[in-house]
């Protein structure tokens, strides 16, 4: 069964950090493109970055680039999202989601992204 698994969300105080995690069963990270998204309440889902399996060439939303840091780990099946200098904007529910091509994935069109998983909330407040 083919299945995307978040984990490590929670609450840290503005300037924190946290690392999420997107266990993939099913099918090997190899051939596969792994993308973060974000949905703050009352607000579209947006990309946040995705990385490429094969090779780890990764690609950012400008609103993270420089604080956050995607990373995968093959032997794991496992794809890191590190975020550094959360701000409370960052509040959100963070899913991770899986593409097939690479220069269609740093566009962020769900359509192109499935499956995805099931989500893990992060909350950035003092």
């Known amino acids: 069964q083919v299945q995307l698994v978040e984990s490590g969300g929670g609450l840290v105080q503005p300037g924190g950090s946290l690392r999420l995690a997107c266990a993939a069963s099913g099918f090997a990270l190899d051939y596969y493109v792994i993308g973060w998204f974000r949905q703050a309440p009352g607000k579209e889902r947006e990309g946040v970055s995705c990385?490429?399996?094969?090779?780890?060439?990764?690609y950012y939303a400008d609103s993270v680039k420089g604080r956050f840091t995607i990373s995968r780990d093959n032997t794991k099946n496992t794809v890191y999202l590190q975020m550094n200098s959360l701000k409370p904007e960052d509040t959100a529910v963070y899913y991770c989601?899986?593409?097939?091509?690479?220069?269609?994935?740093?566009?962020?069109?769900?359509?192109?992204?499935?499956?995805w998983g099931q989500g893990t909330q992060v909350t950035v407040s003092s």
């Open positions: 989601a899986r593409a097939r091509i690479w220069g269609i994935a740093k566009m962020f069109d769900e359509d192109d992204f499935d499956p």
């Open positions: 990385i490429r399996g094969a090779d780890g060439d990764t």
